[in-house]
């Protein structure tokens, strides 16, 4: 088990960059077991989360206070996320923290699932972003969600204003090339008068999401404030969240649609900065990993194959073979989609 100073780390870090207009609202992500218990062999799903658990709950322990910054409540044993077992987070003052978590067991990973309470908690610590890349690029980490907003607080942008502009202009909210219809348009009376509360351009059940709503309203229906937020929800389906995400999303904001890199452009035009480079998330295919893989392992068994039975027939065992020429790295024509994949893929064996 790796008990990593990751504040010092974190703050040595190459990731550490400036301030960011937009903020994270969501985060979910896993660590697989492996780079959990490193001292442990053959971990896999066959292992009963009993076993595993004293190992976890001191892990959990340790990245709790270390990477978070956040006490933990008491374990519990239901099931969250398809995990096992999960606790609940805290505030250092013990202040539970409304839908954010660590679960483990059952499949003998770790996720962390920090709402968007314990998201405003978290990133107002100093490197605090800093110190969840640094953990989840040691450990292998993936991001599976991530919601990046924008707020506007004197009335620079409404879901009026969004949908109108949906209806004139379309292509201002295309996602990969093509157009989303709205899945939602909310809204509620008010005084006999019609308010639409929010916009929402995809499905929470798709790769990307937009969402703009008034959050003022949300918060206290009752109130008459102009604060309204936009927010694109990142999945990992069908695609790769890049890490950068957590340090630089401003970047992801701008690229995720037209309509968004606008919204971003004019904050940063009124405080006379400089407009934000854009980056969009690209999709990958799994049938495109699959082919890449099934084909090296073709070339490997035809050149290799051979080499690989005499050294089983001269009293070599399989692990003893493997790491006798087994290399770090990634083959160059495999790198992207192994990212976005990372092992998911049925080897056909």
């Not at 190459?14 to 062999?41: E, H, M, Q, W």
């Not at 190992?55 to 996320?81: D, P, Q, T, W």
């Not at 013990?94 to 499949?107: H, K, Q, V």
Request: charged letters at 20%; hydrophobic letters at 35%; aromatic letters at 10%.
């Amino acid at each position: 088990m790796y008990l990593i100073n990751f504040p010092i780390l974190a703050n040595n870090h190459p990731s550490n960059r400036g301030v960011n207009k937009t903020v994270l609202d969501f985060v979910t992500c896993s660590i697989p077991a492996y780079s959990v218990f490193r001292g442990i062999d053959h971990i896999e799903s066959k292992f009963r989360p009993e076993e595993l658990k004293p190992g976890y709950e001191a892990h959990i322990k340790h990245i709790a206070s270390e990477v978070l910054g956040m006490k933990l409540a008491a374990f519990r044993s239901e099931c969250r996320n398809m995990y096992r077992y999960h606790v609940p987070l805290c505030t250092q003052r013990g202040e539970y923290l409304s839908g954010s978590f660590i679960a483990y067991g059952g499949n003998a990973g770790l996720c962390i699932s920090l709402s968007g309470v314990g998201c405003q908690y978290f990133f107002q610590q100093p490197g605090a972003a800093h110190r969840l890349y640094a953990y989840l690029e040691l450990m292998k980490g993936r991001l599976s969600r991530v919601d990046v907003a924008l707020d506007g607080f004197q009335g620079e942008f409404t879901p009026v204003s969004a949908y109108d502009l949906y209806k004139a202009e379309p292509d201002q909210f295309t996602a990969g090339g093509r157009g989303r219809r709205p899945e939602t348009v909310e809204s509620h009376s008010n005084c006999k008068t019609e308010i639409m509360t929010g916009f929402n351009v995809g499905s929470k059940h798709s790769a990307k999401m937009l969402r703009v709503y008034r959050k003022g309203e949300q918060i206290d229906k009752h109130s008459n404030s102009l604060w309204c937020r936009a927010e694109v929800q990142f999945r990992n389906r069908g695609r790769f969240i890049p890490l950068d995400i957590l340090i630089n999303p401003d970047a992801y904001f701008a690229g995720a649609y037209l309509y968004t890199r606008s919204l971003l452009n004019d904050v940063m035009a009124k405080q006379g900065e400089a407009k934000t480079t854009a980056q969009r998330i690209a999709t990958r295919s799994i049938s495109e990993f699959a082919l890449l893989y099934q084909s090296a392992k073709r070339h490997l068994k035809k050149q290799y194959g051979k080499l690989i039975n005499v050294m089983v027939t001269m009293g070599q065992s399989a692990q003893e073979i493997v790491n006798g020429i087994i290399r770090d790295g990634i083959p160059g024509r495999m790198k992207d989609q192994y990212v976005v994949l990372n092992g998911c893929v049925d080897d056909g064996s």
